[in-house]
């Protein structure tokens, strides 16, 4: 079945995109081909005046571009895929230019058929591409829909003619936030900035479109690009304006990725580049940009884990055979930060909520937190009044359990104490059904221990959100040794419900995430400890990708927490306990009241109003800097090597059942290196022969924690990958 339909309606040709079996377009080559030819039938034909390109999706042009096509353009050219690639490119520059040229005398510039591009909704990545390359942009006025370049996000750029003709339309500095920070507008917005033309009621959307494009003049069909004396805004980058614009954007751009986001640095040379040089050879080297980063292993595995990794999971790739398990009324037990975040996020999905604490006091409280959450929506105009007191109104707040009736899923999300949970399990099954889901919100209590206070065991199940609720995507679904399907497939489908990503796990200490977050804080502190400057450490995790470094991380969490979670595991564990040294580091913090950022002292310093002023001389005083400071590569090593081989050893202990999982989860869990796709894209990436010699070597140096697990080593040995082993693909063959 075709992609793109083709009507003629009063002298113009009407090109549809509706992509069957989906519910929003998105572009692959079968499709760019349809395109072409519509367009070659509409320039042919004497009767058509002018051209509207919409799509057929309700509120919505185009998702973007379908990334898997990118691959197959790879392997297509078999042992040159740099040149499928950048051919593959070229086609679409030609598309996209044809439309954008229309027909036109390319001497006298005239002659062109009018075409428009109506957009009944959101319109993203090659969307948006094909929408600048017509002459006019009307956009429906739809205030959930996004237009924009996102593709930065995914470690690419937009490579189909996106990049050259936003900078040629809003110069450098105009186009920087929405081509190297994948910023998005609903349609009002991108009006104002000049990102689409005209903005109209959805009804008028195609009147207006077709009575432009009957009216329009040659004029109105040639680009700036095209026009002769054209200059770019903002000035090129010979121009003194436009030269200091490049020098900003430099330095804007590394300072930014620190190096390790080749996307960016493409971006900005190709933007440099053609800046230089006429249209079409600035598009040919945006081709040959895109090309350099297809071929470099980091946009790989960051579009198989940003986009097809967790657009899986997102979907339920690993969600049991169970009927709809939705929830339509849930019980929150605890107000504080954690559950009025759950509260939130449940009420804005439009979850009926009920939420208990134990004076109504504090109730209240947590029910506010979503009123004043949705107060600084309405001042951004990210929401309205309306939609504030819609949430506010499925918001109960209450001491009394039998509130609880009714519920079909309940979230525990009281103190990280087994005893006062335990407490709260009970009075919460003396008031639910016997069908009702019991979930437990917790960072680091095994799961099977706590099921202990529920008479249903199968039916309870961890769910372990990160803080804040609401700005965080990863939600941590835990599977007790009793934990039954039906449990999961409740925990999924209301995580999709609130649209944040899933990742299930096996019960174990810390589960998978905090298993792997913790060694990173604790290498932090230990090489504080041995001597290594403080700032060596944070420089060096946020010039491997790390968003915090484990110092920052520590007083963002809170020193007196890291040491109550160090106490809970060395009595749990006890002669195995392997981290004396950084708990010395930690008492002696705590016994200073350098509990972090929270007390206004941690690591780092802090103003009156919460600012870090710097790495604390306190603790330099303490812990002084030794003459000799080892290099960069080992700090990181050590830091990157703390986190992976727990990931691994969680993996190799059943507590991760799919390697995907381990990566999303650990981008979205803890902003592990999001340029590597995740710990296992990482392995993968350096080889595990390379991963077995860095652990050696500071296996020899720092201790048996860098101790090569058996699975890696396995996988060095016979020359394999972890995703050879453990991708989809290698289950689906299995």
């Known amino acids: 079945m075709a992609d793109f339909h083709y009507t003629t309606e009063d002298g113009v040709a009407v090109i549809t995109w509706d992509q069957p079996g989906k519910s929003m377009n998105v572009l692959t080559f079968e499709a760019l081909r349809e395109l072409d030819a519509h367009i070659d039938t509409a320039l042919a034909d004497d009767a058509v005046k002018g051209i509207v390109i919409t799509s057929g999706k309700q509120g919505s042009f185009a998702g973007g571009m379908d990334l898997n096509v990118l691959a197959q353009l790879k392997g297509s050219a078999g042992d040159d895929p740099a040149r499928g690639i950048f051919e593959g490119l070229m086609q679409m520059h030609g598309v996209l230019r044809k439309i954008e040229r229309a027909g036109m005398d390319p001497k006298t510039l005239k002659g062109a058929k009018p075409t428009a591009c109506a957009l009944p909704g959101t319109t993203m990545g090659i969307g948006f591409e094909i929408a600048l390359s017509c002459h006019r942009i009307f956009a429906a006025e739809a205030p959930k829909a996004k237009i924009g370049l996102p593709e930065i996000l995914v470690g690419l750029f937009p490579g189909a003619g996106g990049t050259t003709r936003l900078v040629r339309k809003l110069g450098a500095m105009g186009a920087s936030p929405y081509l190297l920070e994948g910023k998005t507008l609903e349609p009002k917005k991108a009006k104002g900035a000049g990102l689409v033309d005209e903005v109209t009621d959805t009804d008028e959307l195609m009147q207006k479109a077709k009575a432009w494009v009957l009216s329009a003049s040659d004029a109105d069909c040639v680009k700036p690009w095209d026009q002769k004396g054209y200059k770019m805004p903002g000035g090129a980058p010979y121009h003194p304006a436009g030269f200091m614009t490049y020098v900003g954007a430099s330095a804007m751009v590394n300072g930014r990725t620190k190096g390790v986001y080749p996307a960016a640095k493409a971006l900005l040379s190709a933007v440099y580049e053609g800046a230089l040089v006429p249209f079409d050879t600035a598009l040919k080297i945006e081709a040959r940009w895109f090309t350099h980063v297809m071929m470099n292993p980091v946009a790989e595995a960051m579009i198989r884990s940003l986009f097809i990794n967790k657009g899986a999971l997102e979907k339920g790739a690993n969600r049991p055979d169970q009927p709809d398990q939705r929830v339509k009324k849930l019980g929150v037990l605890g107000a504080g930060m954690m559950g009025a975040g759950i509260t939130l996020v449940s009420a804005q999905a439009g979850i009926e909520v009920v939420l208990i604490d134990q004076s109504q006091e504090a109730a209240d409280k947590g029910k506010a937190h979503t009123a004043g959450f949705m107060d600084k929506g309405i001042q951004r105009k990210k929401t309205t009044p309306e939609q504030k007191e819609a949430a506010l109104d499925r918001i109960t707040a209450t001491t009394d359990y039998a509130a609880l009736e009714g519920c079909d899923l309940v979230i ?38 706590l099921a202990k206070a529920s008479e249903r065991p199968e039916q309870f199940i961890g769910i372990h959100f990160f803080s804040p609720v ?80 484990p110092l920052q991380l520590v007083d963002e969490t809170s020193i007196d927490l890291g040491a109550k979670i160090a106490r809970a595991t060395k009595a749990a564990i006890g002669s195995d306990y392997p981290d ?19 007390a206004n002292a941690g690591f780092y310093d802090y103003d009156d ?109 016979r020359d394999d990958s972890f995703y050879a082993r453990f991708g989809p693909q290698a289950k689906a063959a299995a």
């Not at 004396?580 to 929270?598: I, N, P, Q, S």
């Not at 290099?631 to 507590?655: F, K, N, P, S």
């Open 412 to 449: 525990e999300a009281v103190f990280e104490d087994p005893k006062i949970k335990a407490e709260v399990t009970k009075q919460a099954e003396a008031a639910i059904g016997p069908d009702c889901i019991f979930a437990t919100n917790t960072s680091t209590l095994p799961i099977t221990d």
């Open 470 to 549: 609401e700005k965080m995507n990863l939600v941590e679904i835990i599977k007790g040794k009793a934990t039954g399907d039906r449990a999961v497939a409740k925990a999924l489908d209301f995580v999709r419900q609130i649209r944040k990503t899933p990742i299930v796990v096996n019960d174990a200490r810390f589960f998978y995430a905090n298993r792997c977050i913790i060694p990173y804080i604790n290498e932090g502190i230990r090489m504080v400890a041995e001597g290594v400057e403080p700032a060596l450490v944070e420089n060096a995790a946020k010039l491997v990708g790390m968003p915090l470094g």
């Open 580 to 598: 004396e040294a950084v708990d010395a580091v930690l008492f002696w913090m705590e016994g200073e009241g350098r509990l972090g950022r929270k």
């Open 609 to 717: 109003k919460g600012k870090r002023t710097g790495l604390s001389g306190t603790v330099r005083a303490q812990y002084p800097a030794k003459a000799d400071q080892p290099e960069v590569t080992e700090v990181q090593h050590r830091l990157l090597m703390a986190q992976v081989l727990e990931a691994v050893r969680a993996l190799e202990d059943g507590v991760l059942m799919d390697i995907r999982e381990g990566d999303v989860g650990a981008i979205l869990g803890w902003g592990f290196a999001p340029w590597s796709g995740g710990p296992f894209s990482w392995l993968d990436m350096i080889g595990a022969a390379r991963a077995v010699d860095i652990c050696e070597g500071l296996e020899a140096d720092h201790g048996t924690r860098f101790r090569a697990p058996d699975l890696l080593r396995d996988i060095a040995a």
